[in-house]
């Protein structure tokens, strides 16, 4: 499987960043559960996920502090990148 993420390290705290479907981020237990597979791919660190709107306005998903961090930014600051994971 291919995901489109990234892995950023702000005020020394290392988080990962995933880009998923509005399908994953619209239902609660899918969410956490999306999160909670990708974590044996990158362990030790809070799972963001990432969802565009019809507009292709981001909405983020996971820790309070890193989510309003990611608010401040415009998606082309990200360095996003594709993780192959099996």
């Given amino acids: ?6 892995v950023i390290i702000e005020q020394g705290v290392t ?5 998923v479907k509005q399908s994953v ?14 974590s044996q791919f990158f362990p030790n ?6 969802s565009q709107d019809n507009n292709g ?3 983020y998903y996971g820790r309070r502090d890193i989510v309003e961090f990611l608010k401040t ?6 360095p996003w990148k594709e993780y192959h994971i099996y």
Avoid: S
Wanted: charged share 20%.
């Fill in 45 to 50: 660190m809070p799972i963001i996920l990432m």
């Fill in 73 to 78: 930014i415009r998606l082309d600051q990200i």
């Fill in 1 to 6: 499987m291919t995901i489109h993420g990234a």
């Fill in 25 to 38: 981020t619209r239902y609660t237990a899918r969410l956490v559960q999306t999160r909670r597979e990708l």
């Fill in 57 to 59: 306005t981001p909405h």
């Fill in 15 to 19: 988080f990962a960043i995933i880009a």
